[in-house]
């Protein structure tokens, strides 16, 4: 199975998501929180160019000569964020596209945006190998990991699924 970057963010945010996810359980499209999202970006990316590049197994929101930027909406989950760029960057840089990358959160209560920039470097690229290892064995498991109630599964997707 081919890992997505949004896969890798749902590894970080919660194992049972990123399971039930890679195992075509998806909820995301019943999700109030996920449709503000989607709107919210594309409003930000209206009528510009480079914005949401797809390539093999990847959707990168936008790209340009120096960055790979990926839009968020909130700052939620940063390192779920993080390793989500830190997989793209890995992704174009296998295909010989050497990138930075740029994290774009846009928080509905400020006028201004966060800007969080990002590099790959050897000590996270080996990271990241293990990581992509531990997604593997995770998503091959025949059921998906229990569930925890944690306050963050209110707003997920998944929660009327693990919890109703």
Not at 30 to 51: A, M
Not at 119 to 130: R, S, V
């Amino acid at each position: 199975m081919k890992i997505t970057g949004t896969m890798v963010n749902y590894y970080f945010h919660c194992k049972r998501q990123c399971w039930l996810f890679a195992n075509r359980i998806n909820l995301e499209d019943n999700s109030e929180d996920v449709r503000v999202g989607k709107i919210l970006h594309e409003l930000k990316t209206e009528g510009r160019k480079n914005t949401e590049i797809s390539i093999d197994n990847i959707r990168v929101d936008k790209i340009d000569n120096t960055y790979i930027t990926e839009i968020k909406r909130s700052d939620a989950d940063m390192d779920a964020v993080k390793w989500q760029t830190l997989y793209y960057i890995k992704t174009l840089k296998d295909k010989g596209i050497l990138r930075k990358g740029k994290i774009e959160i846009i928080e509905k209560k400020h006028t201004e945006k966060t800007i969080i920039y990002i590099e790959l470097d050897e000590k996270l690229e080996q990271q990241l190998a293990i990581i992509m290892e531990e997604m593997e064995d995770l998503i091959a498991f025949s059921e998906p990991p229990s569930v925890k109630l944690e306050p963050k599964c209110k707003k997920c997707a998944y929660y009327e699924y693990c919890f109703l």
